[in-house]
Nanobody, 124 residues
Framework: QVQLVESGGGLVQAGGSLRLSCAAS????????MGWLRQAPGKGREFVAV????????YYAGSVKGRFTISRDNAKNTVDLRMNSLQPEDTAVYYC?????????????????WGQGTQVTVSS
């Protein structure tokens, strides 16, 4: 059973940056696509970014493209999300998740394992 643990969330002013990290145990991540998703207060879960198992392919939601960067280190079994130019609408709980089918999907329902989430709050 894989366990995913996110870290790096916090409170930041608009225009600021944060780096989220996801560490895995119980399973190597190197065979699977990994995604970051988020859930804002009162809203459903939303796709943010996904990276292929090799790290060669990435895909972003339009709302974060050009501001966020997803990366992975298979040797360390970690996946990161670098977030720049943060805006109040980026406020949410951010989750990392594993996608066992390796389709690099944007549908949150297709992610099989989730972390507990880390809160990101952006003040205006």
């Amino acid at each position: 059973q894989v366990q995913l643990v996110e870290s790096g969330g916090g409170l930041v002013q608009a225009g600021g940056s944060l780096r989220l990290s996801c560490a895995a145990s119980g399973r190597t991540l190197s065979r699977n696509s990994m995604g970051w998703l988020r859930q804002a207060p009162g809203k459903g879960r939303e796709f943010v970014a996904v990276i292929s198992w090799s790290g060669k392919s990435t895909y972003y939601a339009g709302s974060v493209k050009g501001r966020f960067t997803i990366s992975r280190d298979n040797a360390k079994n970690t996946v990161d999300l670098r977030m720049n130019s943060l805006q109040p609408e980026d406020t949410a709980v951010y989750y990392c998740a594993l996608e066992s089918t390796n389709l690099n999907t944007t549908a949150w329902e297709d992610y099989d394992y989730w972390g507990q989430g880390t809160q990101v709050t952006v003040s205006s």
